[in-house]
């Protein structure tokens, strides 16, 4: 793994103390029907995925593939932070919940995890932590059944172009739109959870929606279902708005300028 790469995995296991009780798993272990904001939101547009295997690209500390699997899926994680697959293991033994976790880079998960998968999902704040969009769509194509799809619901390129920091409330560029351009962060925090970091420095990479579907379509993807949104599930600027659902949104004169996440399903030509 590069140097990047290295630092990511130590931050991001770093963080995992912080996003326990910032994820609540507490919940989870505690509720048999508590479910996650973010496949919540996607539910509608997943379908009925009962019986269906599902491979979790970069799952975390696996509150996300918990609630696919309480929505019936057969549920495989991968993610590259040993804390984080820790704690999805255990969250998983302790609620009596089938599923396998595979600590592995996401590059490397090929030669770490065999089989195909009826839906590959990756979740919000995945793919701006992966330096190479088209290395990504080939590990997806990796592991998608023919017929199958990849779901993903992501920050929109443009929101993560935007400058974080303004508070005069103007929607300002200060970021790169397209892949390439590394950027570095030295955080003391991560964005839940009152925890401390010691492994401070991260690294992300935009990747431009243009980037994104070239990817897919080379990998002979077709492209099923594309939808912008106008929420977050996290504050990514201090003077967003938090609605009655508890997603974050800018105040509503200026709600229809910019989108901030979108949803994107590809799916596999049968063979
Ligand atoms: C923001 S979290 C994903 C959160 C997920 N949407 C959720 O709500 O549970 C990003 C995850 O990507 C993982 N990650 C980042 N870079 C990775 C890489 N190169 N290989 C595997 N996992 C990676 C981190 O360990 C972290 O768990």
Known sequence: MDAPRSD?????????????EGYRVDHYINEPAHMSDIVMFDKERLGDIAGLDVLHLQCHIGTDTLTLARLGANVTGVDFAPSA????????????????????????????LQGQFDIVYTGVGAINWLPDIGGWAGVVDHFVKPGGRLFMTEGHPVAWALDQDREDRLLVLGFPYFEGRMQTWNEE???????????TTSHEWNHGLGEIFTALLERGFEIRLFEEHRVLPWQMHSWMEVGKDGWFRFPHEIADQVPLMYTLVAQKPSQ
């Open 8 to 20: 990511n995995r130590d931050n991001w296991d770093d963080r995992v103390a912080g996003h326990i």
């Open 85 to 112: 697959i820790a704690t999805a293991d255990d969250m998983f033994a302790r609620t009596n919940t089938p599923g396998r976790f595979v600590l592995s880079e996401l590059y490397d998960s090929p030669q770490a």
């Open 189 to 199: 925090r991560s964005y839940l959870g009152d925890a401390t970091l010691t492994y």
